[in-house]
């Protein structure tokens, strides 16, 4: 059964810092392209970062670019969302999401591109 389970949300300060991990069961992650997306109270989900099966491609929705960093270690069949300098505008819960894609370089933020979804994992920053 393929799945994906988020885990490090949490609450946190203004200027503070969290790890999100989503590790991959049922499947080989290597042959999918990883997205970040988040969802706060009464908003649209939104993208926030993404990767390429390889690794090499990722991209950032600009309110995060310079905060956060996207990475994948494909044989531990987890991607990670290192977040820093939050802000209380990051609260929100955090799914991520799995595409598969024959193309190494496929590194999107769109909701609909992805088939596979977490849970999600609550991040709450605030004072």
């Known amino acids: 059964q393929l799945q994906l389970v988020e885990s490090g949300g949490g609450l946190v300060q203004p200027g503070g810092s969290l790890r999100l991990s989503c590790a991959a069961s049922?499947?080989?992650?290597?042959?999918?392209?990883i997205g970040w997306f988040r969802q706060a109270p009464g908003k649209e989900r939104e993208g926030v970062s993404c990767?390429?099966?390889?690794?090499?491609?990722?991209n950032y929705v600009d309110s995060v670019k310079g905060r956060f960093t996207i990475s994948r270690d494909n044989t531990e069949n987890t991607v990670y969302l290192q977040m820093n300098s939050l802000e209380p505008e990051d609260t929100a819960v955090y799914y991520c999401?799995?595409?598969?894609?024959?193309?190494?370089?496929?590194?999107?933020?769109?909701?609909?591109?992805?088939?596979?979804w977490g849970q999600g994992t609550q991040v709450t920053v605030s004072s």
């Open positions: 999401a799995a595409r598969r894609t024959p193309l190494l370089s496929l590194c999107v933020l769109s909701v609909d591109e992805y088939d596979y």
């Open positions: 049922g499947f080989i992650l290597d042959y999918y392209g």
């Open positions: 990767i390429s099966r390889s690794g090499g491609i990722t």
